[in-house]
């Protein structure tokens, strides 16, 4: 796999952070206020100073040493613990890039705006089951574990969201901001999956990651159409009928799955392969709430 | 379109090749989808002929061949003719004389280089019409307008110098009038080894030159009019610079005579060989050892002679006999065995020992032929069918009386017979023929028969020369030779020794070989002295000729090479296969 994101991407996330319904409380300190009541004055860690900052809270000491502008945190901001759940099933090896690796990229720079944020962040990659569980952790080291697990996938299998949910909960206590990448193309598991995480207190934020092609197939002919999961297949003479067919079939499936996630209130985004990282991270997520 | 390189274009084959495996490893296009339950139940597009017809027909596999083809194609170095000025027709004239048969330069002949030449001039000009003409004495139209190019170049590589003379415009505009005679042709380009003067304006000459020559000149025999014999006269030619050492080779037939001679430069020098008491008839003189130019070493002369048959008599005079033969052919009798054409033996013997030809009358050979006693004639009959002896006698004309039975050796062969017993025996080697009759010629009616000279004429053409009626000296290769009033003509064979093909009833033949042919007639042997046309000696040795002026005269049509724009035709192909096969890449890399 080719390198996932470079350092000068990285750095420009630095302004952007994950924003909280508030509902969850983490062990540690962070940039979410916690629900429980009282200030500590534990000293956590050091972070850049961003503009927006509480002056209060820069080192004016390290600046007279260092000439660098750190901003001290403490206890009192409790810490969130992020879930980044990818799909890794067969089906995400399609479209250039591949839709796992575009996963992998948002799921990186995401497990990275986490981290920096000094939440917790785990990494939950799933076919048909959990494949691995990198656990939420703070500090930059859990970024080279994500990395590195990332960076691993092989996609393959089918895809069974109800049943890696389920796997995902059992190993899982702590409810946080869980965040979903996949193409979504297992829609009967979804609702009992995201029922299963709603009743947790989980937050949710859904991304449907799809290749441009998926969305509006091109004129083919006279193709063999392969279910790279089941492995079955389909002949058909793909024209422009057969498009227009799909299309509609396509706009019905987005319609269930939006109906299913925008009636919990979850956040639900559609990412074609082709767009741009920044602007889904930079637009998208900033206008869908997400990120601030 | 003119093709220069027309085996390239069996390369195309490779385009068919193409197209079949394409057909055969054509595809189903394949895409993998992340879930068929989207796909399911999709109608597919009605016109499925059209759209696998349209996948049938790859666009990358159709520049794919044009860019082969038009590779293939100006490999074949396609030209075109374009018009430079007022133009018509070219024609392309070939000396085929024998002296172009001299060899020029890398044992190459001059007809050699100018064939060569011939076919540079076809591919420099691009006249839609050529006509080729050998000239010779007896020109040949070897490519017609109406022919190709390549016709008209396949017909020059099959052809062959002759050992024919030259010939002039004369024969140019015979050979030229079937296609519109010689104004026609607003170019005529010549090419020979010799100075043409007073060509017309669209005639323009290539000389070929090369090739040194020094020849016999003239040959000529005749009777030395005082003593028995012949004597021949030569002239031998050394055009050349340099004394050169030869030798003369002289012969009769029977005896040969050689002089070591040297030739001065620039010289032309005449020999004068007697032959005493030579009775030879056909002489021939060469010029040792051969140069460039071979054929006017060897000259050839048949002389025809007033010969009288010298015959031994043997026995008992017989003035019917001495009659016949002399009704055939003036005879001379010896008493001298050593040179006596025939030997007839009349009712006497002879020894086994005897050589020479013999004619037995009612004579014996003790030990091979023997006379037995006398018993009554029959019906005379012939023994041995289709025998040149009885060519033209009837057998029922003949009378026997009586005869005496004959004993004849195994190697003889009964030509008659007179009942059961032999009448008339031959006995032929390669060293003489043996005839002999058994009966005494008073006992039967052969004297007075007009069978007998005839069967005496068959007898004598059997064993010598009979003397012709025509005397022909010599004649020149391509020069018809008159057969007429010689007989009936039985073989005619060449210097080779290879028979001529003559129809029934044909009277002359056009000698192709310079050599001694033999004509066989039933009035006997006719020899014809054949030569390569004296002036084909005379061959300029002109070491190389001027190139055609190509620019110069009425030129009219030139060839536009096409293979540059076709082959870049190719590039641009080969570049928007490039950029096509980029975008499907591109396209075929989105498939999900």
Not at chain 2, 478 to 493: C, K, N, W, Y
């Amino acid at each position: 796999m080719e390198k996932l994101l470079d350092e000068a991407f990285l750095q420009r996330l630095s302004n952007l952070r994950f924003m909280s319904s508030g509902r969850q409380g983490g062990r540690l300190a962070g940039f979410h206020k916690s629900p429980r009541s009282g200030v500590s004055i534990e000293f956590a860690d050091y972070r850049e100073y961003t503009p927006g900052d509480d002056f209060r809270y820069i080192d004016w000491n390290i600046y007279g040493r260092l000439g660098r502008l750190l901003v001290k945190t403490f206890a009192h901001e409790t810490d969130l613990p992020i879930y980044l759940l990818t799909d890794a099933s067969a089906s995400m090896e399609l479209g250039t890039p591949s839709k796992v690796f575009y996963a992998s990229q948002l799921a990186l720079a995401l497990g990275y705006l986490g981290l920096r944020s000094l939440d917790r962040v785990g990494l939950f990659p799933f076919s048909n089951r959990l494949l691995e569980a990198v656990f939420p952790r703070h500090g930059m080291r859990q970024l080279g574990r994500i990395l590195s697990s990332l960076e691993g996938l092989r996609p393959e299998g089918t895809t069974s969201l109800d049943t890696a949910i389920s796997e995902f909960l059992s190993v899982t206590r702590e409810g946080g901001l869980v965040v979903l990448l996949s193409d979504l193309f297992d829609a009967d598991g979804l609702e009992d999956a995201v029922a299963r995480l709603r009743y947790r207190r989980d937050d949710i934020v859904v991304l449907q990651i799809l290749d441009r092609d998926e969305i509006e197939p091109s004129v083919s002919g006279y193709t063999q159409i392969v279910d790279v999961e089941s492995g079955r297949r389909l002949k058909m003479n793909l024209g422009r009928r057969a498009v227009a067919q799909y299309r509609k079939r396509f706009r019905e499936h987005q319609r269930k799955l939006s109906a299913v996630l925008l009636e919990q209130g979850i956040p639900y985004f559609v990412v074609p392969t082709d767009r741009p990282l920044e602007r889904v991270i930079f637009e998208d997520l900033r206008a869908g709430g997400i990120l601030h | 379109m003119i093709l220069q390189n027309l085996p390239a274009v069996y390369l195309a084959s490779s385009v068919l090749l193409i197209a079949v495996l394409h057909l055969l490893r054509s595809r189903m296009r394949r895409r993998e989808v992340a879930t068929l339950r989207l796909w399911e139940g999709l109608q597919g597009d009605p016109h499925a002929r059209t759209i696998r017809l349209k996948q049938l027909i790859d666009p990358l596999l159709f520049l794919q061949l044009l860019t082969l083809l038009a590779l293939v194609l100006a490999a074949a170095l396609p030209s075109i003719v374009t018009r430079i000025r007022g133009v018509s027709d070219l024609a392309v004239v070939i000396d085929g004389s024998a002296s172009m048969q001299t060899i020029a330069q890398d044992a190459e002949t001059r007809y050699a280089l100018a064939i060569s030449e011939a076919r540079s001039i076809l591919s420099r000009f691009g006249a839609p019409s050529v006509t080729v003409v050998q000239l010779t004495s007896r020109p040949t139209v070897l490519g017609t307008p109406e022919g190709s190019r390549a016709d008209a170049v396949r017909a020059l590589n099959g052809s062959e110098a002759t050992w024919s003379g030259d010939g002039g415009l004369t024969e140019l505009s015979i050979a030229l009038t079937p296609h519109g005679g010689l104004p026609s042709f607003d170019r005529v380009l010549l090419i020979t080894d010799r100075e043409f003067g007073d060509l017309p304006e669209a005639v323009e000459q290539v000389v070929i030159g090369g090739g040194e020559n020094r020849g016999i000149v003239a040959f000529s025999v005749r009777e030395d009019p005082i003593e028995p014999g012949a004597v021949a006269f030569v002239e031998i030619r050394n055009p050349g610079s340099e004394y050169a050492d030869v030798t003369i080779q002289i012969s009769d037939g029977i005896i040969e005579l050689a002089l070591p001679e040297v030739l001065p430069p620039n010289s032309s020098e005449v020999y004068v060989f007697p032959f005493p008491e030579s009775r030879g008839t056909t002489f021939s003189v060469r010029l040792l050892p051969e140069d460039a130019f071979a054929a006017d070493d060897a000259r050839y002369f048949a002389l025809d002679r007033p010969l009288s048959l010298r015959v031994r008599w043997l026995g008992e005079k017989d003035p019917y006999v001495l009659a016949a033969l002399r009704a055939v052919v003036p005879i001379t009798l010896t008493s001298s065995g050593m040179d006596a054409d025939l030997t007839v033996v009349h009712k006497t013997s002879v020894p086994a020992t005897m050589t020479g030809n013999l004619l037995l009358l009612h004579a014996e050979i003790p030990g091979r032929y023997e006379l037995g006693a006398m018993r009554e004639g029959g019906p005379v009959a012939v023994a041995a069918h289709g025998h040149p002896l009885t060519e033209g006698i009837d057998p029922a004309s003949i009378r026997v009386f009586d005869l005496p039975e004959m004993s004849v050796p195994n190697s003889a062969t009964v030509v008659l017979t007179s009942g059961d017993a032999p009448l008339l025996t031959e006995e032929s080697d390669a060293e003489r023929a043996v005839f002999a009759l058994a009966p005494d010629l008073m006992t039967t009616n052969l004297p007075v028969t007009v069978d007998f000279p005839l069967l005496i004429q068959r007898i004598l053409s059997r064993v010598t020369r009979l003397p012709a009626g025509l005397s022909f000296g010599w004649s020149q290769v391509g020069a018809p030779v008159d057969l007429s009033g010689l007989g009936t003509i039985r073989e005619l064979l060449d210097p080779d020794g290879e028979a001529v093909d003559l129809r029934t009833g044909q009277s002359s033949f056009l000698p192709a070989l310079p050599g001694h042919y033999t004509l066989e007639t039933d009035r006997g042997l006719f020899p014809i002295a054949v030569n390569v046309p004296a002036g084909e000696s005379d061959v300029a040795a002109i070491l190389s000729g001027p190139e055609v002026p190509l620019e110069s005269g009425q030129l009219t049509h030139g060839l536009l090479a096409l293979w540059p724009y076709i082959t870049i035709v190719a590039l641009l192909a080969l570049v928007a296969e490039g950029i096509l096969r980029d975008r499907l890449g591109q396209e075929e890399g989105r498939t999900p």
